[in-house]
């Protein structure tokens, strides 16, 4: 394992510092939240665009895509240092990390040239269209169907926890075609215009006081066959490209960490508290075990080698880190802590807000449980779970269901 960076990857370290320092600010608690959605959406685009002009919106991606047809290993840095600002990039997270590189691989050269360069530029914002009431962490299990009329596919369904779908223009939406097959063979993938008739976006008011997630209701959406990804029931390949992604895009977690916990406590006068100091290096110690975790997945990277399955370790570790330091905060805050509103409450109610946000952190983008399957399983080599329904078709699961009721 090799912590330091090669001359080319420090040299471009420096590249990316100097960029950055040229068009933001240094982070700062709550700068990213100053304004409403709109405000921040323009900024969002805003600097998108700038880091497109200057080269680093997709590091990875070949000139002709638009990008800068750097390593994987640049974007590492990149993000490293990107995370050092106060750099809006939440809405084009989920576009660019997932469903854009899932067009690229999946689409026609037809769909590369109309919808590419545009979310690159900040232009266009997409989301994922995956999970719903029943198909959370068994995506395939889900209900949404599209059937077939001519050169249209005619989708009906719901889906549920769409991250960004009240803001976006554009998504990937997986779909049932085909009922007969077992449920990871019977599903397809398509590119669904947001805005269009039939498509009904219904935010969802979150226990944090935000509502970035979603429900959406297709009725009767028409969307051409052309804007299929991949063959019909070919759906489940195509979505792993892009879950492949997203377990990359979610392993860091927003929010208040040990330093920040720890300016807080002195401050606050709790910093020579021994149960509170206790804590504090447990939570150093978890931190600098991630960060030495992560270590290996960027010498992999650097090598141009590919990481394994050991990234899902990341998300489990920081989400309840998360949740455990802003509890605490709270709890040293004593009457204070109740207190929700950010020019009122000490320290910007940042520990509040990202108390409220870390349960969903816990399960969006897999569940803690679906995560230590997948350690369970992939890293450590424990036997699968047995799956009594893989070779039964989807219409045969729903019937025992119905049956047993």
């Known amino acids: 394992m090799d912590f330091n960076d090669t001359p080319e990857e420090a040299e471009f370290r420096g590249e990316a510092r100097a960029f950055l320092s040229q068009h933001l600010k240094p982070k700062t608690p709550g700068a990213l939240r100053a304004g409403g959605r709109e405000d921040f959406l323009a900024r969002a685009k805003a600097w998108q665009k700038t880091k497109a002009e200057g080269g680093f919106a997709q590091i990875t991606w070949p000139k002709e895509m638009g990008g800068r047809g750097g390593t994987v290993m640049q974007q590492v840095i990149w993000g490293q240092e990107e995370a050092k600002f106060d750099a809006p990039t939440g809405p084009f997270a989920i576009g660019l990390g997932m469903c854009i590189?899932?067009?690229i691989a999946f689409g026609s050269d037809a769909h590369k040239k109309r919808y590419v360069q545009k979310a690159l530029m900040g232009e266009e914002i997409w989301c994922q269209l995956f999970s719903e009431p029943a198909a959370g962490s068994d995506v395939a299990g889900l209900k949404t169907k599209a059937i077939k009329d001519?050169?249209?596919?005619?989708?009906?369904?719901q889906k549920v926890w769409t991250s960004g779908a009240h803001y976006s223009d554009y998504g990937i939406l997986l779909v049932r075609t085909d009922p007969n097959v077992p449920k990871h063979k019977g599903l397809t993938m398509f590119i669904v215009d947001m805005k269009q008739q039939g498509v009904d976006v219904r935010p969802i008011h979150q226990a944090s006081g935000g509502?970035?997630?979603?429900?959406?209701?297709?009725?009767d959406v028409r969307i051409p066959d052309s804007d299929r990804l991949g063959e019909p029931g070919m759906g489940w390949k195509v979505a792993l490209v892009t879950l492949m992604n997203e377990r990359l895009a979610?392993?860091?977690?927003p929010g208040p960490d040990w330093k920040e916990i720890m300016d807080y406590a002195r401050s606050a006068g709790t910093i020579s508290d021994q149960a509170f100091r206790e804590k504090l290096a447990d939570w150093y110690v978890a931190a600098q075990g991630y960060k030495l975790t992560k270590?290996?997945?960027q010498t992999a990277l650097s090598r141009g080698e590919t990481p394994g399955p050991e990234n899902s370790i990341g998300k489990i570790i920081n989400a309840n880190h998360l949740q455990d330091i802003c509890n605490s905060a709270i709890e040293m805050q004593d009457h204070y802590g109740l207190i929700l509103d950010k020019d009122e409450a000490p320290a910007e109610a940042i520990f509040?807000?990202?108390?409220?946000?870390?349960?969903?952190?816990?399960?969006a983008g897999g569940t803690d449980e679906i995560l230590k399957n997948i350690i369970a399983e992939r890293v450590l080599g424990l036997p699968q779970d047995v799956r009594v329904d893989k070779d039964k078709s989807f219409a045969e699961m729903n019937q025992e269901r119905?049956?047993?009721r």
């Open 101 to 103: 590189p899932t067009v």
């Open 150 to 157: 001519g050169d249209e596919w005619v989708i009906n369904g």
């Open 211 to 219: 509502s970035e997630f979603n429900e959406v209701y297709f009725t």
């Open 250 to 253: 979610v392993g860091g977690s």
């Open 295 to 297: 270590f290996r997945t």
């Open 352 to 363: 509040q807000e990202s108390f409220m946000w870390a349960p969903g952190l816990r399960i």
């Open 402 to 404: 119905h049956d047993i």
